[in-house]
């Protein structure tokens, strides 16, 4: 996965000023687009599609403040079709319009090209379990939300804070199949992971296929496969969200696993009354690599 990633970026700095084929390389790499895109978002720390763009205007800063050509072909040369488009995503990257940048020299906003390298440590084993599972779906309330990387998703928390106590209770007497428990569950991820772009994400349990969902509730069909479970405890949701970026940094490298698309899910197994600390199982849908 490292090797492909870096073959990605070498990608990039190729077809800088063209739209960039990621399946057609995936395909190349024995991989896939979404496990790629997943990958790459997790270990950069930013999408495929922001990277991009940070390099093009990386490159395109040093001919704006050349001076040599106009804007209109600078902006022609690295893929925008008007000095006015090519302006405003300039001046999202630098801070600073073009006129200003070519006048003064700067401010820039350098985005050095990027290299990935492996590096597992190893010190902490990741309780891990690799589960094949027959079709289910999950089934609770389910709402539109915006992507939050670090600590609490006050969307999630007032989404799931609106249901009455004894909904939960409702919910808890219709989940029949493994993840047991109540489930916190993310589907529809954007595979770059940007922040603050939309998932939908349902609070409610795992029910078996022949299980009726009540018509006043969401549900998820989930097709049959394999599953990797990751068990999580301490300080919540620090733990789970360590684990969570842990499975890209060390677990996906180091196995001979992907990720396919599917929903992700939370099953909180125990938990302090404040939920200041958990035990939590995350279920990620893999297939082999």
Same mark, same amino acid.
């Given at each position: ?79 925008y079709?008007?000095t ?22 700067? #401010? $820039?906003?350098? %985005? ?10 190893? @010190?902490? +084993?990741? !309780?891990? *379990?690799?589960i ?13 939300? #915006? $992507?939050?990387? %670090? ?10 804070? @609106?249901? +009455?106590? !004894?909904? *939960? ?25 940007t ?12 029910a ?45 490298p180091s196995n ?34």
């Open positions: 996965m490292i090797s492909a990633l870096n073959q990605l970026v070498d990608l990039v700095e190729k077809h800088l000023a063209e739209e960039l084929d990621v399946r057609e390389l995936a395909g190349k790499l024995g991989t896939t687009e979404y496990h790629l895109r997943r990958m790459f978002s997790s270990l950069s720390g930013m999408p495929l599609s922001e990277y991009l763009r940070r390099r093009r205007m990386t490159v395109a800063a040093a001919d704006v403040v050349r001076g040599a050509d106009d804007l209109l072909s600078i902006a022609v040369r690295h893929g079709s008007s006015e488009a090519f302006g405003r995503a300039f001046r999202a990257v630098h801070g600073a319009g073009l006129s200003d940048v070519r006048r003064d020299g700067g #401010p $820039l906003r350098t %985005q050095p090209q990027l290299r990935f390298h492996l590096t597992v440590e190893g @010190s902490v +084993p990741m !309780d891990t *379990h690799i094949d599972r027959p079709a289910f779906r999950l089934v609770g309330h389910a709402a539109r939300v #915006p $992507l939050i990387h %670090q600590g609490i998703n006050p969307h999630i928390q007032r989404h799931i804070t @609106s249901l +009455p106590q !004894d909904e *939960h209770l409702r919910l808890k007497t219709l989940g029949d199949t493994e993840p047991r428990g109540l489930l916190q569950v993310c589907d529809d991820l954007d595979p770059d992971g922040e603050g772009s939309e998932l939908t994400y349902l609070h409610g349990v795992a078996s296929r022949e299980t009726p969902a009540p018509d006043d509730l969401d549900a998820i069909e989930v097709p049959a496969g394999t599953w990797a479970v990751f068990r999580t405890a301490g300080p919540h949701p620090q733990a789970l969200q360590t684990t969570w970026a842990a499975t890209a940094t060390e677990w996906f001979p696993w992907r990720l396919r698309p599917g929903p992700s899910i939370v099953a909180v197994l125990d938990r302090a009354d404040d939920f200041s600390t958990a035990t939590c199982e995350l279920w990620l849908p893999v297939e082999p690599a």
